[in-house]
């Protein structure tokens, strides 16, 4: 696979199934705060995460990689992605974010006043927080995409909300 191809010299990029698109419109941006998302995630992780909270990311990555996908793939073509077998999100993916939020809610997780991000001295929990504050930008990129007329599966509108509430706690977790 080659990298540097040149192709986005003039200002489109590519989709899924050999579709382009203005580097500027809303798909481009919202498949670039997902990007920004697991990058930040991928900080987090790389600072020392506790052996539980870094399966949950691993999880949640790949996860994130295949939503791309998802959403890379105009609706017209999806037929095709599917028939391709490519990862989906789906309510299985939701139950597992709400079950990996409630066994974190069930734990004493303390703090005082309004959380600050970093306040604690960890880079990997500062990192989660930065990680929840770029699924809420991905999150309010896909309610845009979604309400501009362009078809955006409820799992995957619901996939952010979760994940942000989830990357809060997990930050506060001791």
């Known amino acids: 696979m080659?990298?540097?191809?040149?192709?986005?010299?003039?200002?489109?990029?590519?989709?899924?199934?050999?579709?382009?698109?203005?580097?500027?419109c809303l798909r481009a941006e919202?498949?670039?705060?997902?990007?920004?998302l697991n990058s930040a995630l991928g900080l987090g992780r790389a600072a020392g995460l506790s052996a539980e909270v870094e399966e949950i990311v691993d999880r949640v990555q790949a996860k994130l990689v295949g939503l791309m996908g998802q959403l890379a793939t105009l609706p017209e073509d999806m037929e095709r992605y599917e028939k391709q077998g490519f990862d989906k999100v789906g309510p299985e993916d939701i139950a597992?974010?709400?079950?990996?939020?409630?066994?974190?809610?069930?734990?004493?997780?303390?703090?005082?006043?309004?959380?600050?991000?970093?306040?604690?001295?960890s880079m990997a929990k500062a990192g989660l927080?930065?990680?929840?504050?770029?699924?809420?930008?991905?999150?309010r990129r896909v309610w845009e995409l979604h309400e501009s007329g362009e078809p955006v599966p409820e799992e995957v509108r619901k996939f952010f909300n979760r994940l942000s509430d989830l990357c809060w706690l997990m930050a506060r977790a001791g």
């Open 2 to 24: 080659k990298i540097v191809t040149k192709r986005g010299d003039n200002g489109e990029t590519d989709l899924l199934f050999g579709k382009r698109m203005s580097k500027t």
């Open 30 to 36: 919202t498949l670039g705060a997902i990007d920004e």
């Open 96 to 121: 597992w974010l709400d079950e990996r939020a409630e066994d974190f809610q069930q734990r004493e997780i303390r703090f005082d006043g309004w959380a600050r991000p970093g306040a604690e001295g």
């Open 129 to 139: 927080d930065f990680a929840r504050a770029i699924a809420r930008r991905a999150e």
